[in-house]
């Protein structure tokens, strides 16, 4: 579509990326106009102001900004989010916390300064605002509080923070945010704002801002550039004050699609085959965080179709999919995954997936879901595949039922990927070669990447994550080995003979393809 544009209408496509954006031209266009209007304006030749622009008809965009600008606009196409990223990068100037605090904050305090955008640029639509703030809202002004509150949301979502860390401690208020899994300290704020930015947070989720005492959960529903954005919150009394931790679930960085998350051929085959089949269970194992949730929904994408009915049982429903029935866990209404899933099994399901298998009760129900024209997915908390079947037979599973109704496990952990930007590749030292060696590759690559850092990854050489996992495929030797209860070594070795690509072999094969470095793979592997 854009192609046909340009060479009907004669609007230029341009990469951002190759170009250095004039500073003068820059200052010619607000930042809100530049939002606004999607557009960002990249050189000035004595009056000529060329702009890069997402719509290049938005006629009213081009008259405003040759208003303001006072110049005459030559308009260029080029790509929404490159636009985007470049206002977030152009448009970076600091903005003191000081301007944003209301005048009761102590001018005396060590103010620190956020890194980001400015207050036009973090404009935050929250759907059902809530206007009784009820009890216990503090007196004081409070549109420094609203702006400093979208401050901190909108700059963790440029920098694709996970969650947000607003922590009271002695003197001041900790902030951290969670990027690619690992937690990052950030200039703090005065304590005086304490109670005012906990409370703005709270009314915004609908928790009682009057109850301090007990830990609450809540939820807001943004739209921030253009995207829709889930912000899961939750607070937790401390000695110094209530901890807020916000928990961001963008819709937009939802891969659905199991091609995008960059699994082996031989593992997203064995995945595929095991969706495939007209019945069975398939658990994907791992610590919390490691992405179980992303590779369940990814398998949903895959057989999501008109002709099944699927439904879900989650705590919490992360992202809403189309064509698919997702019932949220209500522990105190007495809506289990157990009691969920008896009514389930009576709306005619094709396919169920359990957010979580907790409970002797949920397990048996499933396996017998599983064995009666099913397919059921779910999750479990175990290092490697392996340890799943021992670990159904601990909560209580019966071995037999076991083995008849497990398809597939999948075992995965999360790798920092590296930024496409800045990554070298070094000479393979004797020490690397070895661990090749000893994971058993046989072709040792004669370089391996390492980070460095750029602008674009905020210094921090990583930019994303990938999955690296390992597939047990129960064939009919590990249903034996199962239905006798052998032990999970007996297991692995029989697996391990059979094709399973080991979980630190997978991952290495990500440090050779250039993906993520060593480091990583060590650290998430064993």
Known sequence: MRAAMVSCFGFPMIRLQDYQIDQDAIAKIPEKKCRQYLLIPISLINNLLTVAIADPFNLMALDDIALVSKCEVIPVMSDEKDILNAINQYHSKEKTIQEMLPEQAAPSENLAHLPGAGGSGDEIVISSEPVNQGKGAPEIDETPIIKLANHLVATAIRKRASDIHIEPRSKMIGIRYRVDGILAEQEGLPRSIQSALISRFKIMSKMDIAERRLPQDGRIKIVFEGREIDLRVS????????????????????????????????????????????YGMILVTGPTGSGKTTTLYSALGYINSPDLNIITVEDPIEYEMNLINQVQVHQEAGLTFASALKFILRQDPDVIMLGEIRDTETLNMSMKAALTGHIVLSTLHTNDAVSAVTRLIDMGGEPFLIASSVQLVVAQRLLRKLCEHCKEMHPTTPEVAELFKSAGFTNIPKTVPKTRGCNKCMQSGYMGRIATIENLVVTDEIRELIVKSANANVIKQKALAAGMIPMRYDALSKVIAGVSPIEEALRETI
Do not use: C
């Not at 931790?245 to 095991?274: C, P, T, W, Y």
């Open 235 to 278: 607070s937790l009394p401390t000695r110094h004050g209530e901890k807020i931790v916000i928990r961001i679930l963008d819709k937009g960085n939802l891969n659905v699609k199991m091609e995008n998350l960059n699994f082996s051929a031989q593992n997203l085959n064995h995945i595929k085959k095991a969706l495939d089949l007209p």
